[in-house]
Each structure stands twice: as structure tokens, then as C-alpha cells.
């Protein structure tokens, strides 16, 4: 259930980048590879009035956890981003109340 929206990273790094977010997540929560949804979303950033191509910034909708949990997914998110180039690299977790969350299989 967890979704990863990378912003201000082209699609073509998005994709490539997926794997290793989603497995980066998987491994701190300890929930199926496959539970796991990172999106794309298709955002420019400007900062000072100028096109800004090197900050990312990662949104995180998912049930609430622990601060050491979440703690634990940004550094590794972070190293993730850092590693391919991008600074600064801006974490958001949006906690889902569960009781607004629907799921049809």
C-alpha cells in the first residue's frame, strides 16, 4: 500500500531509479516488494524564479509509523537521490487515517 511519488526527476530516471526505491522501502517496513507503489509525477521545481533540475523531493503516503521507521526510509531514500546526482533531496510522509483507505482485489 505504501506510494513513493518521486517529483522533479525525469521519467527515464524514475524508472530506473523504481527498483531500488521500492526495494529500499520493502526492506525498512518489512512488507512484500510488490506492495509497493512508486509513482512518477511529472513536476519542475523553481526556486528563486529559475528552473531547478537538481532537487528532488519524495512524497510518502502510507499508514503511520514509527519516527524511527520513517527515519530509516528517508535515509535510505536520501542516499538513494544523493547517490544519482540530485541535491537538496526533501523527504514529506503523508499518514493515512486507514479508515479512509479502500482496497478491492
Same mark, same amino acid.
Given at each position: 500500500m505504501?506510494? $513513493? $511519488?518521486?517529483?522533479?526527476?525525469?521519467?527515464? $530516471?524514475a524508472?530506473q531509479?523504481?527498483p531500488g526505491?521500492?526495494?529500499?522501502v520493502?526492506?525498512?517496513?518489512?512488507?512484500p516488494i510488490?506492495?509497493i507503489?512508486?509513482?512518477?509525477s511529472e513536476t519542475?521545481?523553481?526556486?528563486?524564479?529559475?528552473?531547478?533540475?537538481h532537487?528532488?523531493?519524495?512524497w510518502?503516503y502510507w499508514?503511520?509509523?514509527?519516527?524511527?521507521?520513517?527515519?530509516q526510509?528517508?535515509?535510505?531514500?536520501s542516499?538513494?537521490?544523493?547517490?544519482a546526482g540530485?541535491?537538496? $533531496?526533501?523527504?514529506?510522509?503523508s499518514?493515512?487515517d486507514?479508515?479512509?483507505?479502500?482496497e478491492?482485489?
Amino acid at each position: 500500500m505504501p506510494q $513513493v $511519488v518521486l517529483k522533479n526527476i525525469s521519467r527515464e $530516471v524514475a524508472a530506473q531509479l523504481a527498483p531500488g526505491v521500492a526495494e529500499a522501502v520493502s526492506r525498512a517496513i518489512g512488507l512484500p516488494i510488490d506492495h509497493i507503489v512508486v509513482e512518477h509525477s511529472e513536476t519542475e521545481f523553481f526556486r528563486g524564479g529559475k528552473k531547478d533540475d537538481h532537487s528532488a523531493m519524495v512524497w510518502i503516503y502510507w499508514k503511520k509509523r514509527t519516527p524511527e521507521m520513517q527515519k530509516q526510509v528517508a535515509d535510505a531514500l536520501s542516499e538513494i537521490l544523493l547517490t544519482a546526482g540530485y541535491r537538496p $533531496v526533501e523527504i514529506v510522509y503523508s499518514n493515512l487515517d486507514m479508515n479512509d483507505f479502500y482496497e478491492y482485489k
